[in-house]
């Protein structure tokens, strides 16, 4: 109990019910969306009356087309799964004929799988929330699984201060008292996901009307190639269990890697690493390939076993079908069990000081390091404080690579026809709609020819071949013109109407490239590069003014000649002055590599002449060019940066430790996230808070030092 209380502090639980807010709200605003409650509420009235009108009337609704569509589901649920089990059946009178051994057995368990469920009769019931609820659990897990990275990382100062030492006292010995302290994260785990999956049900259900517990899991459209005979209250029973038990391999797991690299930061690194190479690696597999096991069983699945239920699959395992969510669970229990011993293990044989390797080529190094830095003056000696004495110079270098990386993975080549495309617009597009008309009507007479050549065209019976290929190609090209024409004809109507209905005169120009630079497939990117900025701006800055205070330095600051005001007025500006710098380089970079692969073409465009910004744009900003939303993006960028940099200087100010960094880092990620791609005119009063903000922050931080004692 002592250790529970120790685990879960005040801090620890202000965290947890702040997320279980912050969840809530989310929930509940992708629930409603940009309708508004009104329309989302009206939408729902009309969903439930058209299922109580069937159900009473047995008649179909002329304005629901979801609930007509449910119904038909449920209708027709038997005989859909009749068929399954005829088409089976059919097969395996023809077993002679079918060569593959594997193939027959497979027939087989579908047959059987599938006659489990002949009996079950789905019933008509709201199942929007539960459906809503379902489709959130990878969002419930991820809030789990912060909140226990956020307790191990707090708990790891134990290692700082000394409170490790203790632990060699221990009735029963370091391994038996690492296991307890596993079986309390398991506790945990248990209970913050009943608590998650309680709460988010219980919204969904007063959002949109309580389903019925005890129908079967069939009776959802989502769960309509299911062949497990639970009802909605025992899946969702038995999905948090074995969630539970798969969160808690993943956090024993990173409990390990914490326990064997000693530095919290790089072991979540690595942790991170291994999540996102073994999703690729199971993206690329193909799917008639052997280790399909892999591209179905992988750990990104974990956080939502319902995947495995809501779609039935079997793999081949030693040349026998298995489900694939059997296997899922027996792996993940056995890989839990032996994770959770070794987690104790590791941590029985961890020791709180280990020795120095190449001592003296360190020392070397680090002198020599010194000595140049110190040349610099203070500055030198705060850079020098910053990046080695505290090692982090290490996330700089790797935001940088990480930069690099997902430029790289997320770049796109277009095919030689879009390049084509490109190329025209570029040379007849633009803002000289006369010069676009004009080579249209160049490129439709030379279309025409080419189709009268075609149809001109004799059969050669000396030549046949000959003929025939010539044929070939003409008509090859002639239907490339036409998909062209499709492009051009697309692009002039959407011209048309947007000066019809805003005024504005449009660019002739394509999607293409921006759509990647600030559209839909540049999530990635932009948002992974925003996110490293603000992790680098929140860990230079935490605990930026702790160390005088913990040394005791602080009061010999105060006795200098400078006063203690000044040396924190200079420290200040040298941090802020390099992750401006900082951003720049990574601004400069992304720009760079940008440009050379897309290009940013007709910069002075009105931005409404990239199709997709029309849903984003507001009457206030309809003349704004692409270069002025370039420059947007690029401003929120920066000042989420320079904002998470000042509000951690404060936390540096007041706080004994660095229990703000998680926290800090999540809210600034969470509202760059929603920033970056939100309406413009969000974006824009965004701007303006995050400026207002960052002058408070100033403003707060000169007087705080202005207010100390020299």
Request: aromatic residues 18%; proline residues 2%.
């Given at each position: 109990m002592t250790e529970l209380k120790r685990i879960l502090d005040k801090k620890i639980l202000y965290v947890i019910c702040l997320l279980i807010i912050v969840s809530s709200a989310y929930f509940v605003l992708s629930c409603i969306g940009n309708s508004g409650f009104k329309e989302f509420n009206r939408l729902n009235k009309e969903y439930v009356s058209a299922l109580n009108n069937y159900e009473n009337a047995q008649s179909y609704s002329d304005d629901n087309e979801d609930a007509n569509n449910y119904i038909d589901y449920i209708t027709s649920y038997q005989e859909n799964n009749q068929a399954i089990l005829e088409n089976a059946n059919r097969v395996k009178k023809f077993s002679a004929l079918v060569s593959n051994a594997y193939t027959l057995k497979n027939i087989n368990k579908t047959y059987n799988d599938y006659s489990k469920i002949q009996n079950v009769i789905p019933v008509i019931t709201n199942t929007l929330g539960f459906d809503r609820y379902i489709l959130f659990i990878p969002k419930l897990s991820?809030?789990?699984?912060?909140?226990?990275?956020?307790?191990?990382?707090?708990?790891?100062?134990?290692?700082?201060?000394?409170?490790?030492?203790?632990?060699?006292?221990?009735?029963?010995?370091?391994f038996i008292f690492a296991l307890k302290r596993n079986l309390i994260y398991i506790g945990i785990i248990f209970t913050l996901l009943t608590i998650f999956h309680l709460i988010i049900f219980l919204i969904a259900s007063l959002l949109y009307g309580f389903v019925d517990l005890d129908a079967p899991i069939q009776s959802s459209m989502l769960f309509s190639n299911c062949v497990r005979p639970y009802s909605i209250i025992g899946f969702c029973v038995i999905n948090i269990i074995v969630i539970a038990i798969g969160l808690s391999f993943i956090i024993l797991f990173f409990n390990t890697l914490l326990n064997l690299i000693k530095n919290r930061y790089i072991a979540l690194v690595i942790m991170l690493i291994i999540f996102f190479a073994e999703w690729r690696y199971s993206l690329v597999l193909q799917n008639n390939s052997i280790r399909r096991l892999i591209a179905n069983i992988n750990i990104y699945r974990i956080i939502d076993f319902s995947t495995y239920f809501r779609n039935y699959q079997n793999v081949k395992l030693f040349n026998q079908p298995v489900s694939s969510d059997i296997i899922m669970v027996f792996l993940v229990i056995a890989l839990f069990i032996v994770i959770f011993f070794v987690s104790g293990i590791v941590y029985a044989r961890r020791h709180?000081?280990?020795?120095?390797?190449?001592?003296?080529?360190?020392?070397?190094?680090?002198?020599?390091?010194?000595?140049?830095?110190?040349?610099?003056?203070?500055?030198?000696?705060?850079?020098?404080?910053?990046?080695?004495?505290n090692k982090k110079i290490v996330w700089v270098i790797l935001a940088i690579i990480g930069e690099l990386f997902l430029i790289n993975m997320t770049q796109v080549n277009f095919p030689e026809r879009q390049k084509k495309l490109d190329n025209i617009y570029s040379q007849y597009g633009g803002e000289n709609l006369e010069l676009f008309n004009s080579f249209l009507e160049n490129f439709q007479q030379e279309n025409g020819e080419l189709i009268k050549q075609l149809e001109e065209i004799e059969v050669n019976t000396d030549n046949y071949e000959e003929t025939l290929s010539k044929s070939m190609q003409l008509e090859a090209k002639t239907k490339e013109n036409e998909k062209l024409m499709q492009e051009f004809n697309s692009i002039l109507k959407y011209k048309d109407r947007i000066k019809t209905e805003y005024g504005v005169d449009t660019y002739i120009m394509s999607d293409r490239g921006y759509d990647e630079i600030?559209?839909?497939?540049?999530?990635?990117?932009?948002?992974?590069?925003?996110?490293?900025?603000?992790?680098?701006?929140?860990?230079?800055?935490?605990?930026y003014y702790l160390e005088e205070r913990k040394s005791g330095v602080v009061k010999l600051l105060a006795s200098s000649r400078l006063g203690l005001k000044k040396i924190y007025s200079k420290k200040l500006l040298i941090i802020s002055s390099f992750i401006l710098i900082y951003y720049l380089i990574i601004t400069l970079i992304d720009i760079?590599?940008?440009?050379?692969?897309?290009?940013?073409?007709?910069?002075?465009?009105?931005?409404?002449?990239?199709?997709?910004?029309?849903?984003?744009?507001?009457?206030?900003?309809?003349?704004?060019?692409?270069?002025?939303?370039?420059?947007?993006?690029?401003?929120?960028?920066?000042?989420?940066?320079?904002?998470?940099?000042?509000?951690?200087?404060?936390?540096?100010?007041?706080?004994?430790?660095?229990?703000?960094?998680?926290?800090?880092?999540?809210?600034?990620?969470?509202?760059?996230?929603?920033?970056l791609y939100a309406n413009i005119l969000l974006q824009v009063i965004m701007l303006i808070c995050l400026i207002v903000i960052l002058i408070l922050c100033i403003c707060y931080i000169l007087r705080g030092m202005y207010g100390t004692k020299n």
């Open positions: 991820a809030f789990v699984i912060f909140i226990m990275i956020y307790i191990m990382f707090n708990l790891h100062k134990e290692y700082d201060n000394g409170e490790i030492l203790f632990s060699y006292s221990a009735k029963n010995g370091r709180p000081f280990s020795k120095i390797r190449f001592a003296k080529i360190k020392e070397f190094f680090e002198l020599k390091r010194g000595k140049v830095f110190s040349k610099l003056g203070f500055t030198g000696l705060e850079l020098y404080k910053i990046f080695f004495r600030i559209g839909n497939n540049s999530v990635i990117r932009e948002v992974g590069i925003t996110l490293a900025l603000i992790i680098i701006s929140v860990i230079l800055a935490s605990g760079i590599f940008l440009n050379k692969m897309y290009g940013f073409k007709f910069l002075s465009a009105p931005v409404i002449s990239i199709t997709f910004m029309e849903s984003k744009l507001n009457s206030l900003f309809l003349s704004m060019t692409i270069a002025r939303y370039c420059l947007l993006v690029l401003a929120l960028r920066l000042f989420f940066t320079i904002d998470a940099l000042f509000i951690t200087l404060i936390f540096s100010l007041k706080a004994k430790s660095e229990f703000y960094m998680p926290i800090l880092i999540f809210v600034f990620g969470v509202a760059a996230c929603i920033g």
